[in-house]
């Protein structure tokens, strides 16, 4: 039994609705043993040279033995110079000194600002094993935690393109034990108090970049034209990023001298050297002597693709962009993969340089008209949107939409826990290109776009709690939903941005969501929406132990649901006024309504709405003086929750057994019931661990006593 309980299970087949003890309960894989993050991106497979600056690494690495926190190394220079190409190189290497994991973000793909800061933090707090349940949304408190998770811990953190001395300092680790490294155009001097040490990366010098484009073109061919390589070398540069690129362009070409390629270069030079910066112009006329060798159609790929908004992108998102089959999609990909021009990982998503997507967005500006570049955006987000609600449907199949329906399909979407777990594991991967399609939505004033892309990752927050997303979202999907005049989607984005608040323990920004909501509601006519808005307000309510008051509109959503004849929503709303009757210590009344919400729940395909109805009934007969038909239902429960994937539910039905248990006088199994709840409780960092802990207690001294 405490194996089954402790356990981490990675699915969770529960359905988007189910709300209990206040606090909504959908929750994804909480693992018992977190996996050791290792997010770095791979090495350069051509790196070369920089053995002095690997060494530096080594020795800032190893550090002052009285160091107070992390070793902080700012690697700083020009765009193309090879900073996060050494950074990568050192920490790929140095892998074993790191045992806790290697984190990495690219702060040039995320805003300054402190909510997305925060979902960064987020992202690296998940990746150590804590609970989504348990990450703050707020900036300082996310940091707070961050320091304390990493107080003990040897771990890596690679932030590229910082922009800021205070955004590195708010992803510091705490830990002596662990390493920064920041790879920036700006020298940050602001991190000298943090005790950083700084490298300015120069380019390679003609011996290094002959070294690069013999790894590429081979021995043979380098030694038989060598001048005209270190020409090649000098017109690059010396930058890694367009020595990559000119030898990936001759290795294409076998039978092309080097000499051509320096002669089409050195023209491409003097024609940019007007318009560029002196150390831009190597690399940028790299990349318009790659791009004009392009065929029309793969430099069209290049660039309608470089329009992206997000970090990353897999074959799918390409080929909506392109407007074209996947598997031609997939060979375009390769392309460009061949020309240097787009790197791809092990996991098979595509990304750029920096520098390379800048140059790939201005030649669509310079090459496709305004219309063209929106059409290419809008395809992109309403690819994410597609996506979003098909995982959106497994996980939720019975949930209630407004945006684009659920697709037809055969046989019970959704019905097994692995195929919920893995539709939420794919959002949640998607989580940053989804935000950044949300953004680019809004940019464009894709107002309709931007409520349904929020409103399909309904699930994936509900479960994994990315909360400053979460808040994000909702935020821009009710500003998009009231430009466009929609005061359904209105009503639903307050609601949903009340319901992070709600499992925030914010209860009175929540009530103040759902007034909005059930405002929206009823301007739109719609009273299901005004039932939603009711059950946010009434939960709030009784949050902040306004009994009454949530007692009152509990029963109003009731009553709609209950005219409207939808079975499910009103044994759920039958189940949250129960819960507040209880509350209120009206014990007999909060029988009466779960157990008639349990009969409700019995008819729908759904086991676990029953299931966790039937736990709070078991609590209700338990504080009626019942315990023995609340511990037959306790155990009933148990026997559908046990594999819910919820830890949550798992340590709700624990608790009401165990206290069943004690009231039966079975001392032994109210301690092994509480003390799992209390755990569980406490790993989530929910309320209710005060509720166990006090229980527990009282069983400890009933123990004590009788020994």
Not at 225 to 234: G, H, I, T, Y
Not at 467 to 480: C, E, H, N, T, V
Request: hydrophobic residues 45%; charged residues 25%; negative net charge.
């Amino acid at each position: 039994m405490s194996n089954a309980v402790a356990g981490g299970v990675t699915g969770a087949s529960v359905q988007a609705g189910a709300i209990h003890g206040g606090v909504h309960v959908h929750h994804g894989h909480p693992p018992a043993t977190p996996a050791i993050p290792r997010q770095l991106r791979p090495a350069p497979p051509y790196f070369t040279d920089r053995r002095a600056e690997l060494a530096e690494l080594d020795r800032i690495a190893g550090g002052e033995p009285e160091r107070s926190g992390p070793a902080l190394a700012v690697i700083h220079g020009p765009g193309g110079v090879g900073k996060s190409a050494l950074a990568l190189r050192w920490l790929h290497g140095a892998a074993d000194q790191y045992p806790d994991g290697q984190l990495y973000v690219d702060l040039g793909l995320e805003s300054t600002s402190g909510p997305l800061l925060s979902s960064v933090l987020g992202r690296f707090l998940r990746a150590l094993g804590m609970a989504g349940e348990r990450v703050p949304a707020d900036l300082g408190e996310a940091a707070a935690l961050f320091r304390s998770v990493t107080a003990d811990r040897r771990i890596a953190v690679l932030v590229d393109n910082a922009a800021s001395a205070a955004q590195v300092r708010t992803l510091l680790p705490a830990s002596p034990l662990s390493l920064v490294v920041v790879a920036t155009r700006w020298r940050l001097g602001g991190l000298v108090m943090d005790g950083a040490k700084f490298m300015e990366l120069v380019p390679l010098g003609v011996r290094a970049g002959t070294e690069m484009l013999t790894r590429t073109l081979g021995d043979s061919r380098v030694s038989g034209e060598l001048d005209d390589v270190e020409r090649l070398v000098e017109l690059c540069g010396g930058l890694p990023i367009a020595l990559s690129i000119a030898g990936a362009r001759l290795a294409t070409r076998p039978r092309w001298p080097v000499a051509r390629v320096v002669r089409d270069l050195a023209d491409e030079q003097r024609r940019l050297s007007a318009l560029s910066v002196e150390e831009e112009i190597s690399v940028h006329g790299v990349f318009d002597l790659s791009y004009e060798g392009l065929s029309d159609v793969v430099s069209r790929a290049y660039r309608w693709l470089g329009l992206h908004p997000g970090p990353d992108f897999r074959v799918g998102a390409a080929a909506a962009a392109l407007e074209t089959p996947d598997e031609d999609a997939s060979e375009l990909l390769e392309t460009l993969v061949d020309a240097s021009l787009l790197h791809v990982t092990e996991t098979e998503r595509y990304y750029f340089h920096d520098l390379i997507r800048l140059h790939a967005r201005q030649r669509a500006e310079d090459k496709d008209p305004p219309e063209t570049r929106t059409g290419v955006v809008q395809r992109i987000v309403e690819h994410y949107l597609s996506s979003a609600v098909l995982a959106e449907c497994v996980v939720s199949p019975l949930g209630w939409r407004l945006g684009p329906p659920c697709p037809r399909r055969e046989g019970p979407a959704g019905a097994d826990g692995t195929g919920v777990a893995a539709a939420l594991n794919g959002l949640e991967s998607e989580l940053p290109n989804l935000m950044a399609a949300l953004r680019a939505a809004v940019d464009h004033h894709f107002d309709k776009l931007v409520w349904q892309l929020s409103e399909a990752m309904w699930s994936l927050f509900l479960y994994r709690k990315h909360f400053p997303d979460w808040i994000l979202a909702y935020q821009l999907g009710s500003k998009a939903a009231g430009r466009s005049g929609n005061h359904a989607a209105r009503s639903r984005m307050h609601h949903h941005l009340g319901f992070a608040y709600h499992n925030l323990g914010r209860a009175e920004d929540a009530v103040r969501q759902g007034d909005a909501a059930l405002a929206a509601a009823q301007t739109a006519g719609q009273s299901r929406m005004e039932s939603e808005a009711l059950n946010l307000i009434g939960m709030a309510n009784r949050a902040c132990g306004r009994y009454d008051e949530a007692i009152d509109v509990l029963r109003r959503a009731v009553t709609l649901d209950s005219r409207a004849g939808l079975l499910r929503n009103e044994s759920l709303g039958r189940r949250r006024l129960g819960q507040a009757l209880g509350a209120a210590g009206r014990i007999d009344e909060a029988v009466d309504e779960l157990s008639l919400a349990r009969q409700q729940a019995a008819a729908l395909p759904d086991a676990h709405v029953e299931a966790n109805t039937t736990v709070w009934l078991a609590d209700a007969l338990t504080r009626a003086g019942r315990a023995a038909e609340a511990l037959d239902l306790a155990t009933e429960a148990w026997a559908t929750l046990r594999e819910s994937g919820s830890n949550q539910y798992r340590a709700h039905v624990l608790m009401i057994w165990g206290e069943a248990a004690e009231r039966l006088d079975d001392l032994t199994t109210a301690r092994d019931r509480l003390t799992q709840a209390r755990n569980l409780f406490r790993d989530l960092g929910l309320p209710h661990v005060a509720r166990a802990q006090g229980l527990l207690d009282r069983v400890e001294a009933r123990l004590s006593g009788s020994s």
